[in-house]
């Protein structure tokens, strides 16, 4: 039985950094040379970040990515890495196909086994997500092609991540053809419990073709989106042999024994989703290797939900930080849960240096606000400051006259505008701290505490945010650390403070019984009628729906933030604002 | 040769409000009957409105839209207009197909020919749009059959839009069959010049099909999109016989003599696509029409482009407002012309007593800017009122210090959420100011003037500006009536008065030379490289590239406003903010 040492390099390249991309794989392919390995494989799209979104209609970009991959193999073999091959994920040129007219000269989402100094193979995604936050049939080509590349050995096909999702296609035409090895590269968004599914899907498409299967996720931050790494090999009966940490990137290495090459079946084949695939072939290195000692490989751990999520904010928060070259963030305490928890997300994703937190007290805070939030700065290390408004919403309502709703929202836009100088002045990035379940019911002020560049909890509902402040707690008790939170914010009535002792459970129902309605209805996408049979109280699904349909307006100006739902406020969930349609509210009620 | 009177009607329906948009079809149906015409055809998701985008996902909205179809086919025979034969775009549930796993369970965007209280056909788009605006395959299935109903001796195809653009397909399908008249119903979004490209290809593909086209066009804003008529019919020598006004709902009746129907070829053809529909035919009435007596048809003439764009904000602006159940707005007046464009377009739209403008002058201000503001709201008729800024900007410096940009930035915030607070104490809709050469540059504050919650000139380039705004005089001095827009709004140098002196040129190249170089990179797409080849002036190139990349994150906030270029700031052009590419200064400088 043929052996190889695969090595999965989880790495975090940045959308548009070709070179910087470009780098990375030499720097990791070099440690995989250093630990013996005879393949390495990077995700998705590495060279060009994902998504790329636009930048791939353009065609000064594509030629770039499509030169890249070229020139990358040359520079490989130059700094004497030649000998190890890569697997590696690129936009390739609009290829030439028999079968379609392309009317849209689409490139294609590619992976290149780069081989002394050579592309010796590409391979075109063939099944491109269009749902979810997926766009991928605005911007790619479908490929029909399966190069079989035969590697000491060993038979290997390289597919790409929605291939791995959809029935039939690649891993179907990777079956007919025999390979010993699937090499899935992938750009796969974090959800919370995702990761399991993916294992399970994998070792299930693994039983289906009778083949190793491996799969590469990248690790980072991408605007909305969080890739969480995780990477994994699992054998055709479905065994994990290795698993990579989630959110670091970094390099997993496993010694494969694999089956002998023997088919050479090449040329068209019906690959079950509709559509024919040509199966090629490319000879590298046919003879295996002479026998040599496995190493045992790793498998981390699984991560519950609080850990995960938590992990996942704090990778999206650097990321966003750094990626966008800000080396200092800001942002306003309340005393409240929300803010607290922002707060120590950015904390540990930068660093207390780098985080600025300032009080911004009205008239109507209470003195445990402004209390709290003094001690989570003091806790911290954060640089804290207080910025009274109350004169400020003086010298406002000396001009205009506003009450009510509209007073409130002027002193969200008073703390706003005092944040963005701030930005301004310092240039630090304003994080927004609003949360799912806000968001969702529009329960903030547009320009006031929706300002700001980035907001790490925008897809967190507000019963997570309280766990994941208690989980964060926690974990600093547990090595005998001071929580970062103060328990008074975890404990404290929600409130908005922005009339005396007003309370969020005045404008909204109970938080735990919100939240289920919201899943249910933004998650789930169900109807008033079906979010009923599932047991929710009629009068709180017809007051929910109000809310979300009534603020869509307010979700669209809002700043982005990591998705960590099935379903976030942003590409996932796509609604009109201008939308008369309300739920049906029984058959005899609907439009006749 | 069989004679038969169609109507073309071009409405106005919203998106989500089935009952009214079946109340619509009865009311104009009625209207058409009224004509003696046979046929009266609706718009594309003429039921649902258009683009109804993640409804349509949700399966309480299509089943409504699905039943309602048949409601309403009987409601029309029990209004006694079911001899009346009516074609009306839906949302139709998902189909059995034979040949496609459907593992997404997508519904189909569908035409449905309703006669005598029946749905006798049913005919799903084949052609879905996944560029630009559209995302059709995130919603839809795509049909394959396309049935053929021989209706008063004539056989009759529906298509539905994006059908009648691409190559092949049903319109070939219409051909193999020898249908004698084509009804493709629209929901096509308005760019200037579009128009005409429309009646070319209908034209082209008339001659190429040897049948009448009908093309009707839905009217109207939705969110961004706008929606312009226009429709007509032209014969197959490629002859327009008749086409209806733009920018207004109603109906157009033409009467036609067609080809008898003689074919009776059923069953599955290749339509050359790549793809194979199923011909079906429908007997409704076979027989001819005794001849009648022919009216003449009214040919609407071309508008020019400021007339055509004018409407067209006009159009959306109203639309934005009244589907969105606002009954007034508010903006802030300068004293410039953007600020003066968007008052006229406000006032146009929706009357002077709905539209309230505010000075909001600053110690930077000079005198000019609050008479030329004062004079637009004598000349118009807007609720105008004065509030001084300079005393709220000094309580904000005495409680943060903010310098250059900082305070600059600070006194459009102010501006910002003075109207705010305006639009939450009145009910007034913020209308936002800017246009499309800022937008595009970043030159605006976020949460300043970039704060509304509609922007009608966002996607107008500033050249454009001032051509509506002299245009806009111009149509008004042709009547003998005072010019809306004061002339020194439009013969002063921009400036946005944030600092003593501060000209937009300072910071822009002149908008005579950033125009051409934004068009050529936003709605061309040109790389660097294409853009100086195109003549542009390099250094000036790389200003405005980095000007634009480096302002995504301002845009991502920003309201939505209608689109009237090919490519708008919105779902036409999706760019990450994360994005470090720049664009290649040569081949030399490509990453290597």
């Known amino acids: 039985m043929p052996q190889l040492r695969l090595a999965l390099a989880q790495v975090n390249p940045v959308v548009g950094d070709l070179q910087g991309n470009a780098d990375q794989v030499v720097e990791w392919t070099r440690h995989a040379a250093e630990r013996g390995a005879h393949l390495v494989a990077f995700p998705e799209m590495m060279l060009t970040g994902y998504p790329a979104e636009d930048l791939v209609l353009r065609s000064s970009f594509v030629e770039a990515s499509a030169d890249l991959v070229d020139t990358l193999a040359a520079r490989l073999a130059a700094e004497g890495l030649g000998d190890l091959a890569v697997i590696v994920g690129f936009v390739d040129r609009t290829p030439a196909l028999s079968t379609d007219s392309a009317a849209l000269k689409l490139p294609t989402d590619s992976a290149a086994f ?80 995702k990761a399991d599914v993916r294992l399970r899907l994998a070792q299930r498409r693994a039983a289906e073709i009778g083949a190793s299967l491996a799969y590469v996720n990248m690790v980072g931050g991408q605007d909305e989106l969080i890739f969480d790494g995780g990477s994994f090999v699992v054998s055709p009966a479905g065994q994990p042999l290795v ?65 995960e999520v938590y992990a996942a904010l704090v990778l999206a928060t650097r990321d966003y930080v750094r990626k966008n070259r800000f080396t200092s963030v800001v942002l306003g305490l309340s005393g409240g849960i929300d803010s607290a928890l922002v707060a120590t997300i950015a904390v540990d994703a930068l660093g207390a240096g780098a985080v600025n937190t300032v009080a911004l007290p009205s008239r109507w805070s209470s003195d445990h606000s ?63 701290t609003g949360n799912k379940s806000e968001l969702a019911t529009g329960y903030s002020t547009l320009y006031g505490d929706s300002a700001g560049g980035f907001a790490p909890i925008k897809d967190v509902p507000k019963t997570l945010v309280w766990k994941l402040a208690r989980w964060r707690n926690a974990q600093a008790a547990n090595v005998g650390k001071t929580p970062p939170i103060p328990q008074n914010s975890i404990d404290k009535p929600p409130s908005a403070e922005l009339r005396p002792d007003q309370l969020d459970s005045d404008s909204l129902p109970d938080y735990g019984v919100l939240d289920p309605v919201l899943e249910a209805y933004i998650e789930q996408d169900l109807g008033r009628e079906a979010m009923i049979a599932a047991g929710h109280d009629p009068a709180i699904v017809d007051r929910v729906i109000a809310l979300v349909d009534g603020s869509e307006y307010k979700r669209r100006q809002y700043p982005p933030g990591p998705k960590i739902t099935p379903r976030n406020f942003g590409r996932d969930r796509r609604l009109p604002i201008t939308n008369r349609w309300r739920e049906p509210r029984s058959d005899a009620d609907l439009p006749a």
Not at 140 to 150: A, C, K, S, W
Not at 162 to 187: F, M
């Open 370 to 432: 402004l209390a709290d939030a003094a001690e989570l700065a003091r806790r911290q290390g954060t640089t804290h400051s207080v910025e009274p408004i109350a004169d400020i919403v003086t010298a406002f309502e000396k001009e205009v006259d506003l009450h009510a709703l509209a007073a409130e929202n002027l002193q969200a836009r008073v703390r706003g505008t005092i944040l963005m100088g701030l930005s301004n002045e310092h240039g630090h990035l304003v994080l927004t």
């Open 243 to 307: 698993q990579a940490p989630r959110f670091e990137d970094g390099l997993v290495v496993v010694d494969l024994g694999l089956p002998t090459a023997t088919d050479d079946r090449v040329g068209t084949v019906d690959v079950g989703d509709g559509t024919l695939m040509a199966i090629e072939r490319v000879d590298l290195r046919t003879s295996p290797l002479r026998p040599y000692e496995a190493h045992a490989a790793g498998i981390a751990p699984p991560l519950a939900t609080e850990a």
């Open 114 to 193: 780069l081989f002394r100094g050579q592309v010796v193979a590409r391979y075109a995604k063939h099944h491109l997500p269009n749902y979810g936050v997926f766009d991928e049939i605005r911007y790619f080509t479908r490929g029909d092609r399966l190069p079989v590349v035969r590697y000491l050995g060993v038979d290997i096909a390289m597919t790409v991540c929605e291939d791995l999702w959809q029935e039939g296609g690649p891993l179907t035409a990777a079956r007919l053809a025999t390979s010993g090895l699937v090499v899935n590269i992938n750009g796969s968004p974090f959800e919370h419990g």
